[in-house]
């Protein structure tokens, strides 16, 4: 699986810095060359966890009632809570043309129409603007240019007078936003309503890094540990349906920056790929216990760690794509014991580094499916989270998109293989 790699955007902007020709897999496009910028020293590992309960802001006026605010963060569920938060984080930039919420009644397709998401920057276009090679000077997700995010809701750690690790931020450009929510609970059946909801932006490292592996192992437990406390947040406002996780690492899986982060977004809708896997486990609840029993009678298991398993899926739709999900029932990620949001970190690690073995320079996706919110979430006896892997190995072409169907070269009995053996 050689000749993956591929030079894009990023590679345009290693070529300005470096005058030669390297990849984006190697953090030499920002880290090399003798770089002296302070993000590239590597700091002093917190001996101790960073995690202790923050203050609650006081309380600001100026929002919708019943609907809790950003702030509003749930009790810590097993005694700590992860992060600060301010309450100027409810200050986020207004989009003048906000993203609406279209409806294909015939397809049962929703498209998410974002004008202003034309103008988020790339990293060639922040690289040419500030005439510069050092990230430091240009990368918003850098320490040092917090400025240029809107204030965090979440951090790591806790303490605003330590060094952060990961911050969870507003997204400048978000497909969902602040607008009136739906009052039905049925499906999004409007053919154009305000898109409602939450889009933030988890930066993953203070440092420029351009792969989760260049994150400290301890450090990338803490990105999750965050996350699952951002989608506790967003359960108890109220408001929201679902949400979820979802990262684009490399140009091809859809990133614009290189510098490591995901998303996270709520809606207050549940969107088709839920509803049809809810239907599934309504009409069979043994479904994910059988995909694992399955995935271990068939050789498709890839790893398993704390009551956590990984697995090749019984209908892969790229090369290599991998699910990960708990080996007993448990619909909700964001009630996972610890131990299970530290396996998820330690799995999603180990599973990119073998990747990064087996399909040197391949892009992926990965996505967080979990149960919807409250009285969305009925019918989910049997259902259990999941983080789904998809490398980008090979472009969805027109069958893929016309059919909903895929084209696989590796079956998934010989990935898992290939997996466990990386
Ligand atoms: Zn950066
Ligand atoms: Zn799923």
Not at 167 to 188: F, H, L, M, Q
Not at 283 to 292: C, K, N, P, Q, S
Not at 382 to 394: A, D, F, K, Q, S
Request: with cysteine; proline share 9%; charged share 25%.
């Amino acid at each position: 699986m050689s000749g993956l790699r591929r030079l894009g955007r990023w590679g345009c902007g290693a070529r300005r810095s470096g005058g030669s020709r390297r990849t984006r897999s190697s953090n030499a496009i920002w880290h090399g060359g003798g770089c002296t910028r302070k993000q590239c020293s590597r700091r002093p590992r917190l001996s101790t966890r960073p995690w202790v309960a923050a203050p609650r802001p006081a309380d600001a006026s100026g929002t919708r009632r019943d609907r809790p605010r950003r702030d509003d963060a749930p009790p810590a569920a097993r005694g700590c809570i992860l992060s600060t938060m301010s309450s100027s984080a409810d200050v986020r930039d207004r989009p003048s043309r906000p993203p609406l919420l279209h409806h294909d009644p015939l397809a049962g397709r929703m498209a998410f129409i974002a004008p202003e998401r034309a103008e988020r920057p790339n990293d060639a276009d922040l690289v040419a603007v500030d005439a510069a090679t050092d990230p430091g000077t240009w990368c918003p997700f850098c320490a040092g240019n917090e400025h240029r995010t809107p204030p965090a809701v979440l951090r790591a750690p806790a303490e605003a007078s330590r060094s952060w690790h990961a911050r969870i931020v507003p997204n400048r450009y978000p497909v969902a936003t602040e607008a009136d929510p739906r009052d039905d609970d049925g499906g999004a059946v409007a053919p154009v309503r305000p898109a409602h909801g939450v889009h933030d932006v988890v930066v993953e490292s203070a440092r420029h890094e351009s792969t989760i592996l260049g994150v400290q192992p301890d450090e990338w437990r803490d990105v999750w540990h965050l996350c699952r406390a951002r989608l506790e947040m967003l359960a108890a406002r109220g408001d929201l349906a679902w949400a979820t996780i979802f990262k684009n690492s490399g140009p091809a899986a859809g990133a614009s920056l290189a510098h490591v982060h995901s998303q996270l977004v709520g809606l207050d809708f549940v969107p088709p790929s839920i509803r049809a896997e809810l239907a599934a486990a309504a009409a069979d609840v043994t479904g994910f216990a059988r995909l694992i029993d399955d995935a271990v009678r068939s050789g498709r298991l890839v790893a398993e760690q704390a009551g956590l398993v990984a697995l090749a899926p019984p209908a892969p739709r790229q090369p290599f794509e991998t699910w990960i999900l708990p080996a007993r029932s448990a619909p909700l990620f964001h009630a996972a014991e610890p131990a299970h949001v530290e396996a998820l970190a330690d799995l999603t690690r180990l599973l990119v580094g073998r990747l990064a073995r087996v399909a040197p320079g391949a892009d992926y996706n990965w996505w967080l499916h979990q149960a919807p919110y409250g009285d969305h979430g009925r019918q989910v006896a049997g259902w259990r989270w999941h983080l789904e892997i998809l490398p980008r190995v090979t472009s969805l072409a027109g069958f893929e998109l016309g059919t909903g169907c895929h084209i696989n070269t590796l079956p998934p009995d010989e990935a898992a293989g290939l997996l466990r053996g990386a």
